[in-house]
């Protein structure tokens, strides 16, 4: 049974600051590694994949990977209050199948 | 706005009706995901689709939760004799096979469920 598992927070940073969102993974064969943002009442939306070790960059989001670790973050640097949403990590299998999501990291960005 | 549509976007009923929700994917996505979320926990597997083929469905999946994608294009989920429980958001994905792994969900907008 595959897991994925977050802290469900709160997790509050004030405006501007980094926060950081973190996810760990228990199937050692997972292959892919997706962050969604989710705002209430709304559908998951992509923010980044990523699929090597090491970090990927776009714009204020940074998706960490170390699969030794079987851990994968999230960092949003220069935090808006538009950022507060749930956070879900997903990961899935190398054939793209399985997809299984994290509970989500509710975050609140302070103004 | 995706480009993944759901129908209908909020359904009420009384518990014991059966309901039917549609998914329109992508047009040109072969694969199509459906997901349950409540309230406080991510998305949950249902079942998914490889064009008109439902290759996995979930534990979840009861006898009275049916799936179907008959052309490979739209899906529709029913359920049947709706209980309580079933209250949920319904959520549709689609994706396209590309690289081993590499594939990227994409959610339509979700049909809230209310069962009284």
């Known amino acids: 049974q595959k897991e994925v598992e977050q802290n469900s927070g709160p997790l509050s940073v004030p405006e501007g600051a980094i926060a950081s969102l973190n996810c760990t993974y228990s199937d050692r064969v997972s292959q892919s590694f997706f962050w969604y943002r989710q705002y209430s009442g709304k559908s998951p939306e992509l923010i980044m994949s990523?699929?090597?070790?090491g970090d990927k960059e776009d714009g204020r989001f940074t998706a960490q990977l170390n699969k030794a670790s079987q851990y994968v973050s999230l960092l949003i640097r220069d935090s808006q209050p538009s950022d507060s949403a749930t956070y879900l990590c997903?990961?899935?299998?190398?054939?793209?199948?399985?997809?299984?999501f994290g509970p989500g990291t509710r975050l609140s960005v302070l103004p | 706005d995706t480009g993944v549509s759901q129908d209908p976007r909020h359904k009420i009923t009384k518990r014991g009706q059966n309901v039917t929700f549609r998914c329109d994917p992508i047009s040109e996505h072969n694969r199509l995901y459906w997901y349950r979320q409540t309230l406080g926990q991510g998305p949950e597997f249902l079942t998914y689709?490889?064009?008109?083929?439902?290759?996995?469905k979930s534990r979840l999946l009861s006898d009275r939760f049916s799936a179907e994608r008959p052309k490979g294009s739209f899906s529709t989920l029913e359920i049947q004799r709706t209980e309580q429980g079933d209250s949920a958001m319904y959520l549709c994905?689609?994706?396209?096979?590309?690289?081993?792994?590499?594939?990227?969900?994409?959610f339509g907008p979700g049909t809230r469920l209310l069962v009284l």
């Open positions: 990523i699929y090597s070790n």
């Open positions: 997903a990961v899935t299998d190398n054939y793209g199948q399985n997809f299984v």
């Open positions: 689709f490889q064009n008109e083929a439902q290759l996995e």
């Open positions: 994905a689609s994706s396209l096979t590309g690289l081993a792994g590499q594939e990227t969900q994409y």
